[in-house]
């Protein structure tokens, strides 16, 4: 059978705007595969033409391309060099600072930070941007409901303190979600927001190729100040710093020159 996974991809750079081949093709083509044999097309063609016309196909696909695993605290030895060390620098030039979590799947990570600064930083005046590139996930994190596993990491006297329990699951204190603006955002194709203090993007950008992590970390530099910083996920060390005007802070941060 002829393989149309290049054509597919064409496709779907007119249509959504979303460049797979930006994305390492092994990965993305073995999980776009799985889900076509699932709805049961026998090509990338004839699947492409039904994600046209099924809108819950469509969004099941778009679900797909983006790696929604996350947690509260996700790695919290990470969060606490954030809290005792990065944050307080932050806010010693300035007690009013722009946060940015790119890429934030579920909303975890952006309420991760808004709870930590509620908590250690309630004097500081802090605007807080969460995107990410899938409809789906915002609305799921507008929600903010979470299951335990989502905070297995965090506190007890924060779960009790900021989460209504009903059944299973935890819904997140009006408090905490009000100081959070979500938005949709194509780290590959969008603009970005400039004078940011701090950006979180975490195990993201291992998916993509070398080319397009590239240009995301230009990019994410030129929207940091001088002095701002990038947080990463453990497995995305960037190796060669310098070249995007960053020096590393410390394990996983990245200080803008």
């Excluded at 990470?78 to 940015?100: E, G």
Aim: glycine share 4%; aromatic share 12%.
């Amino acid at each position: 059978m002829k393989d149309d996974y290049i054509e597919f991809i064409q496709h779907v750079k007119r249509k959504l705007g979303i460049d797979l081949y930006l994305y390492k093709e092994t990965q993305m083509k073995r999980r776009i595969t799985t889900l076509r044999n699932k709805r049961g097309y026998a090509s990338f063609v004839s699947y492409f033409e039904a994600l046209g016309k099924d809108r819950e196909m469509l969004s099941e696909f778009t679900d797909r391309l983006t790696i929604n695993v996350s947690e509260f605290y996700r790695n919290p030895k990470r969060w606490d060099v954030l809290k005792d060390s990065i944050i307080p620098k932050l806010l010693k030039k300035n007690n009013r600072i722009s946060i940015w979590s790119a890429a934030c799947s579920t909303g975890e990570e952006p309420y991760s930070l808004a709870l930590m600064i509620k908590e250690h930083f309630s004097t500081a005046t802090i605007q807080l941007m969460a995107t990410d590139i899938d409809d789906t996930v915002l609305s799921k994190a507008k929600q903010g409901i979470y299951t335990e596993q989502a905070l297995k990491e965090l506190p007890e006297t924060l779960k009790k303190k900021y989460f209504e329990k009903t059944g299973s699951l935890y819904k997140i204190d009006d408090s905490i979600r009000k100081n959070i603006t979500f938005k949709k955002h194509n780290l590959l194709a969008d603009s970005y927001p400039k004078n940011m203090d701090l950006i979180v993007c975490r195990n993201v950008l291992i998916y993509f190729t070398d080319q397009a992590k590239e240009e995301i970390y230009h990019n994410f530099s030129d929207a940091l100040k001088s002095d701002g910083i990038l947080f990463v996920g453990s497995t995305e060390q960037i190796f060669n710093p310098n070249k995007y005007d960053f020096n590393l802070a410390e394990t996983f941060f990245y200080q803008k020159m």
